[in-house]
């Protein structure tokens, strides 16, 4: 599986070395969680505790958190591209 994402990256982004780099940072990573699940067992480091829904006035809340994360990160953007604009020496940034 870590040789087709290699491959897969590297044929993608032109970029061979990076591909090779992928697979081996991949590899590692499989390697240590077989590595910690034999040595430590096979259970979550850490618990997560359970959240329930109590009352619908909670789900509005998490809805109008949703839209005002919407909202800053759209601002953030725009804010981050008008710098680009002015800090670009001809001021011609190609818009995504």
Same mark, same amino acid.
């Given at each position: 599986?870590?040789?087709?994402?290699?491959?897969?990256?590297?044929?993608?982004?032109?970029?061979?070395?990076?591909?090779?780099? =992928?697979?081996?940072?991949?590899?590692?990573?499989?390697?240590?969680?077989?590595?910690?699940?034999?040595?430590?067992?096979? =259970?979550?480091? =850490?618990?997560?505790?359970?959240?329930?829904?109590?009352?619908?006035?909670?789900?509005? =809340?998490?809805?109008?958190?949703?839209?005002?994360?919407?909202?800053?990160?759209?601002?953030?953007?725009?804010?981050?591209?008008?710098?680009?604009?002015?800090?670009?020496?001809?001021?011609?940034?190609?818009?995504?």
């Amino acid at each position: 599986m870590a040789c087709g994402a290699a491959g897969s990256l590297a044929a993608t982004l032109d970029a061979p070395i990076a591909g090779a780099i =992928f697979a081996l940072v991949f590899l590692a990573a499989v390697s240590s969680s077989v590595i910690s699940r034999a040595v430590l067992g096979n =259970f979550p480091s =850490f618990g997560i505790p359970s959240y329930d829904l109590i009352s619908e006035r909670k789900s509005l =809340f998490y809805a109008g958190l949703g839209a005002l994360a919407a909202g800053g990160a759209t601002a953030f953007v725009r804010i981050l591209y008008a710098l680009w604009r002015t800090a670009s020496p001809a001021g011609n940034v190609q818009r995504l």
